[in-house]
């Protein structure tokens, strides 16, 4: 194991919320690393980022369309990842819905995650199984709502659901939540969505 060190006494360090919120993670000088060093690293980085995309570099020769053709704000990747959670502070919880959603329930229901529950950055008081404050740092998918398909992007208790023209095809509406300490059976009942 790496070591990748997201908290320090019971808080996220900002290393951690710096993985948390990223969509590309360059690492360089991978020529080096280790190959199990190197594959580690990126298993780690993933489990708290499940929806970021990680870049090996030598000498920091970086493909640019990988950082700047990503489309951040006006696409959101397929889910790569159903749950990961590690020993650690930051992980991501993917979930999924068949269901079509009301948009006003939706946006309820990000509102009571991000601003009103204790989930909210603002009320970090409700405490997980492990002892540590359920905190969301981003929350990124698609949903299909009675009004249209959406793109949701949030960052801390700032969201915001984006009309998309065309419905994307072959993937299921979901959620990605990426933060610390999540629990994913309090995310299930609050959004009456799914494990993918």
């Known amino acids: 194991s790496s070591g990748i060190n997201a908290e320090y006494g019971g808080t996220v360090t900002e290393f951690g919320r710096q993985i948390a919120l990223a969509d590309v993670v360059v690492l360089n000088k991978m020529d080096l690393v280790e190959e199990e060093s190197r594959d580690s690293l990126t298993e780690e980085i993933r489990a708290m980022n499940g929806a970021c995309v990680v870049q090996h570099t030598t000498r920091s020769r970086v493909d640019l369309e990988g950082i700047l053709g990503i ?41 009571s995650l991000l601003w009103e529950e204790p989930t909210s950055p603002l009320k970090q008081s409700h405490l997980v199984e492990d002892g540590g404050e359920m905190t969301i740092l981003r929350m990124k998918g698609r949903v299909h709502t009675d009004t249209g398909w959406f793109m949701v992007q949030a960052v801390r208790d700032i969201y915001e659901l984006t009309p998309i023209a065309t419905p994307p095809s072959g993937t299921a509406p979901h959620l990605i939540f990426i933060g610390s300490h999540l629990d994913s059976q309090r995310l299930q009942n609050v959004t009456k969505m799914h494990p993918r």
């Open 71 to 111: 489309q951040a704000y006006t696409s959101v990747p397929p889910p790569s990842t159903v749950e990961h959670k590690l020993s650690r502070a930051i992980s991501t919880v993917t979930l999924t819905t068949d269901k079509l959603l009301r948009k006003k329930e939706l946006e309820n229901t990000l509102e």
